[in-house]
């Protein structure tokens, strides 16, 4: 659920277009794998040392979306 939340919150700061390339859990899947795999359009991986989203690192060259204030002092 937080990783949900912190993919909306990327998305609102970088733009809609961006997607994680994998997401990692440390857990096995609490809902069917092909849900996740829909939800964050990547690949998904279970039982994983760490929890964690794998973004392209060119994402980091993008200018933060201005319109969400709030965001953009969180960041």
């Known amino acids: 659920m937080a990783f949900g939340a912190a993919c909306q919150s990327f998305k609102e700061l970088a733009g809609g277009d961006i997607r994680p390339h994998q997401v990692h859990f440390c857990h096995a899947p609490l809902s069917p794998p ?12 279970w039982g994983q040392k760490c929890d964690c989203l794998i973004f392209d690192a060119e994402l980091l060259l993008r200018p933060l979306n201005a319109s969400s204030a709030s965001l953009v002092k969180y960041f």
């Open 34 to 45: 092909q849900r996740y795999r829909e939800y964050f359009e990547a690949e998904v991986f």
